[in-house]
């Protein structure tokens, strides 16, 4: 089993920058995937990013690529989502996920094994 903490949720103002981090714990393995996903009040949970551990590759969904960075330590098995330039439109809670590898179908939320239990973030206009 592999748990998954996130935390760095917070209200902030639309224009300002937050960093999520999730940690991982359990059964760690050097090169499974990590990624974020966040789901809006009526909304499905939707992709965000992705970092395979093993080669370093990043995956985004386009609309958010530039403004948010996913990053990694694999010695400390935390993974990052550097969040700048927020919008009412990025209030969500934030889940973190891991899986075994980086599948196809790495933007939907079925393909990941684990998750974190989500972290609330608020942008006011």
């Known amino acids: 089993q592999v748990q998954l903490v996130e935390t760095g949720g917070a209200t902030v103002q639309a224009g300002d920058s937050l960093r999520l981090s999730c940690a991982a714990s359990g059964r760690t393995f050097s090169n499974y995937a990590m990624g974020w996903f966040r789901q809006a009040p009526g909304k499905e949970r939707e992709f965000v990013a992705a970092?395979?551990?093993?080669?370093?590759?990043?995956y985004y969904t386009t609309s958010l690529k530039g403004r948010f960075t996913i990053s990694s330590d694999n010695a400390k098995n935390t993974v990052w989502l550097q969040m700048n330039s927020l919008k009412p439109e990025d209030t969500a809670v934030y889940f973190c996920a891991a899986s075994f590898y980086i599948g196809t179908y790495y933007y939907r939320p079925n393909e990941w094994t684990y998750w974190g239990q989500g972290t609330q973030v608020t942008v006011s206009s």
């Open positions: 970092i395979s551990r093993n080669t370093g590759n990043t």
